[in-house]
């Protein structure tokens, strides 16, 4: 199926409403107060393409907190700073199969994550950023608004100070990967920087943009010099297909079966590889921190217009 033409015949105004009874039946993440008082009631998708085409439907252009999406972009300003063995000798490649806030294999696997998408592994790839970038969360910012196109994209500081009033767990994790010897940096230092990356806000229409890259082997149209290689970018698809739905991946895979990244703020980029990037977003999550109406609006679309990468 062409793109362009679903689009033209109404194909996410069809899919978003199909989905919208959904509403009502997840939860919206209630972790700290600045994301339990989101509405619910939302839904919005937007999608870019390798031939430079946008579309979008309901609440694309309303902007929410990525969360964990951030941390796909983190790996990203790892892998320009970092040779690929210095990397994967701290964090693993494997799904947890575990809530992504889990402690329990950090302390059997001696202090070293899964993989760089659950809480842990994204912690000490911010660990790393903080060794070697003067600025790292100025970095991110610059990253952010250089791959979307859109200059004012910013923290959102009532999220992040939220995050650090509330952050016994991933400070928890952090000490503990520093008991191991796998944390180099200052504790508070570090997970400030983490909450600051989750509490980026962004709208589907700007994740759409930015994560194009990664359905084009690594590089962006509008920036001459490629953001990862083809072979990154095939690496970061891999990683996000086996870990970036926590435990849910497999399922995921199952119903969507695309490359994805969710959040506790209820996006999820998806990537189409050579084809197009897919930003959904409702505050709504399922038991395991996905978006309930999210997951359920990629699994139609997939399906309309017969996409999977298996
Ligand atoms: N800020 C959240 C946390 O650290 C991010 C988790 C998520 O989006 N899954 O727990």
């Given at each position: 199926v062409n793109v362009a033409t679903a689009m033209d015949n109404g194909v996410l105004d069809a899919v978003l409403a199909q989905v919208?009874?959904?509403?009502?039946q997840g939860k919206v993440a209630d972790y700290i107060p600045a994301l339990a008082s989101?509405?619910?009631n939302k839904l919005g998708i937007a999608i870019s393409t390798v031939q430079g085409e946008h579309f979008y439907a309901g609440d694309a252009h309303e902007r929410f907190s990525i969360q964990s999406i951030s941390k796909v972009l983190s790996l990203v300003v790892a892998m320009n700073h970092y040779a690929e063995e210095e990397i994967w000798q701290r964090v693993g490649k494997d799904p947890s199969g575990q809530p992504f806030n889990s402690l329990l294999q950090l302390e059997i696997e001696q202090g070293k994550p899964r993989n760089p998408f659950i809480n842990a592994g994204a912690l000490v790839v911010c660990d790393m950023l903080q060794s070697r970038l003067s600025a790292p969360r100025q970095r991110m910012l610059e990253i952010v608004r250089k791959l979307s196109g859109v200059h004012d994209i910013a923290y959102d500081s009532a999220v992040a100070r939220s995050e650090f009033d509330h952050s016994a767990r991933n400070a928890a994790i952090a000490w503990l990967m520093k008991s191991f010897g796998n944390f180099h940096n200052d504790v508070s230092t570090v997970l400030q920087n983490y909450f600051h990356y989750c509490a980026l806000k962004m709208s589907c229409v700007e994740l759409a943009q930015t994560f194009l890259f990664l359905a084009q082997g690594g590089h962006a149209a509008h920036i001459s010099s490629p953001i990862v290689t083809p072979m990154q970018a095939r690496q970061v698809n891999a990683l996000m297909a086996t870990s970036g739905m926590y435990q849910n991946a497999g399922e995921f895979a199952w119903r969507v079966g695309l490359p994805a990244k969710s959040g506790v703020g209820g996006g999820i980029v998806a990537i189409v590889p050579h084809e197009m990037a897919i930003a959904v977003w409702s505050p709504e999550l399922d038991e395991a921190g996905n978006s309930l109406a999210g997951v359920a609006v990629l699994e139609a679309l997939t399906q309309q217009l017969g996409r999977s990468v298996y």
């Open positions: 919208r009874p959904l509403l009502g989101v509405s619910g």
